[in-house]
């Protein structure tokens, strides 16, 4: 091969060799060019997502600290309202987000509490109603009783048991003049001594033949009945009256609380009432809790065997 030929064959080799290089160069400008533009839309998202976090961020921090009272600002974590809350220490933060959290705590067991609370008024409530209704159907039948009376004294049983239902003050007939009523039994004192006089005044001559002692406790003899809770409504230092009958008879120790403080006139009256509604309210089971250590209310025991078959 000629020597031009060998010049013109490595000036060809050497152009095609310059315009490799120079295509690789061009090809790896533009490589890094996409790989700028695509790190320079990684860097805006990210940038965008760190902006969207800060503001996430300021505005729970804000909320957290304007949860706090002025008082446990200054005083539990030491700032005022002025500080900017993005500038608090992360344990600050911390503390607020515990402080608030047991705050949250007592908070629900004071609701829970006024929830318990409430329930239990509606539930007494609806036991009033209750007994209301009841009431009420007494009242009811007692009226027609009444007018289907024929004498003075079935006017006279029939107006007691209406007193008893409405717990209110007794009536009573003066014996030398039945036609004549008189409010006898609420001006009779108390004490041992007007016992006699309570008795005389009530009308309780023992019954020729006594009754069975099974008799339930809403057939108690009406004069009996007043004298009984005349007599156990005075309350006592010993508290050997209506109180400890009404525990006896197992009545709820919320309800003889609520009945002291209504301050009833004759609030053993309450509790026959209530205990009436035990099928086993009976005169005997009656004179066996007056007869009991506890009580010793021999007195009221013997008026009752006087007029009923308790042994």
Not at 254 to 262: A, D, F, G, L, V
Not at 304 to 310: G, T
Request: charged fraction near 30%; hydrophobic fraction near 40%; charge should be neutral.
């Amino acid at each position: 091969m000629s020597t031009r030929a060998k010049m013109s064959k490595s000036a060809t080799k050497g152009g095609k060799k310059g315009k490799d290089k120079m295509a690789s160069k061009r090809n790896a400008v533009t490589d890094l060019t996409d790989q700028n533009e695509a790190l320079l839309k990684e860097k805006e998202a990210l940038q965008q997502e760190i902006a969207q976090t800060t503001t996430k961020l300021s505005a729970l921090v804000h909320r957290l600290v304007d949860s706090l009272t002025e008082k446990a600002r200054k005083k539990k974590f030491h700032f005022t309202k002025e500080t900017d809350p993005m500038k608090l220490e992360v344990p600050v933060l911390f503390g607020i987000i515990d402080y608030l959290a047991e705050n949250r705590q007592q908070q629900d067991v004071s609701v829970a509490a006024r929830i318990n609370e409430l329930e239990t008024r509606v539930t007494e409530m609806s036991m009033d109603v209750a007994r209301l209704t009841m009431k009420t159907m007494a009242y009811e039948t007692g009226f027609a009783d009444l007018l289907k009376c024929q004498t003075v004294d079935e006017v006279e049983n029939r107006v007691y048991e209406l007193q008893f239902v409405a717990n209110q003050e007794y009536q009573t007939f003066a014996v030398n003049d039945p036609q004549k009523p008189a409010m006898i039994a609420s001006n009779i004192s108390l004490d041992s001594d007007s016992h006699n006089d309570m008795a005389r005044l009530l009308n309780l001559d023992p019954p020729a033949v006594k009754a069975r002692g099974d008799t339930h406790i809403k057939d108690l003899d009406p004069d009996l009945k007043v004298f009984i809770i005349k007599n156990l409504s005075q309350e006592k230092a010993s508290r050997v009256d209506w109180r400890i009958l009404a525990e006896r008879f197992g009545i709820a120790d919320e309800t003889i609380s609520r009945w002291e403080e209504m301050k009833h006139s004759l609030p053993m009256g309450k509790v026959l009432a209530a205990w009436a509604d035990n099928p086993g309210a009976t005169v005997r089971l009656l004179h066996r809790h007056l007869m009991s250590p506890q009580m010793r209310c021999t007195l009221l025991a013997k008026r009752i065997a006087d007029y009923y078959e308790v042994d």
